[in-house]
């Protein structure tokens, strides 16, 4: 391999690497617990978790956390996209940006810890003017 071909290829993993996917990659670690601990965790219809438990998750999509719990009330926990300060980088190599669309490494995933009492099937919670009632039945 001659000098150009080496400078070649040396060019393009500087303009064709995205600046968030170097620095934290296209999935992202989420901590879930439970209070109880032992629910049911079913993440976007797919994928079943007992908590506590942590779940690798592509950044390239939201998700939605469904928690269960026999003699328990379900939550729900949704998973939002949010741009990372990471691709500030992807200004200084141009084709950074489209690297980092393309693989999801542009965005963090929030909540990335995630903790849920859950709250037994008998309670009603009433809330009226900012207090919380927890009326057992």
Same mark, same amino acid.
């Given at each position: ?10 060019? @393009?993993?500087?303009?064709?690497? =995205? ?5 934290? =990659?296209?999935? *992202?670690?989420?901590?879930?617990? /439970? +209070?109880? #601990?032992?629910?049911? @965790?079913?993440? +976007? ?43 500030? =980088?992807?200004?200084?190599?141009? =084709? !950074? ?10 965005? *963090?995933?929030? #909540?990335?810890?995630?903790?849920? /009492?859950?709250? #037994? ?6 809330? @009226?003017? !900012? ?7």
């Amino acid at each position: 391999m001659n000098f150009l071909n080496l400078l070649l290829i040396y060019f @393009l993993l500087i303009f064709l690497s =995205g600046c968030a996917t170097i620095m934290h =990659g296209s999935t *992202q670690d989420i901590a879930i617990i /439970t +209070d109880p #601990p032992g629910a049911d @965790l079913l993440v +976007d219809g797919l994928t079943h978790y007992q908590s506590p438990a942590t779940i690798i998750m592509s950044r390239k999509d939201a998700h939605l956390v469904e928690i269960s719990k026999e003699g328990y009330k379900e939550e729900t926990v949704r998973i939002k996209q949010t741009m990372s300060a990471a691709v500030i =980088g992807d200004f200084l190599l141009p =084709g !950074g940006y489209i690297v980092d669309a393309a693989t999801g490494a542009q965005v *963090q995933l929030v #909540p990335d810890n995630i903790s849920v /009492t859950l709250r #037994p099937s008998n309670q009603t919670i009433i809330k @009226l003017d !900012g207090m919380t009632i927890i009326r057992s039945r």
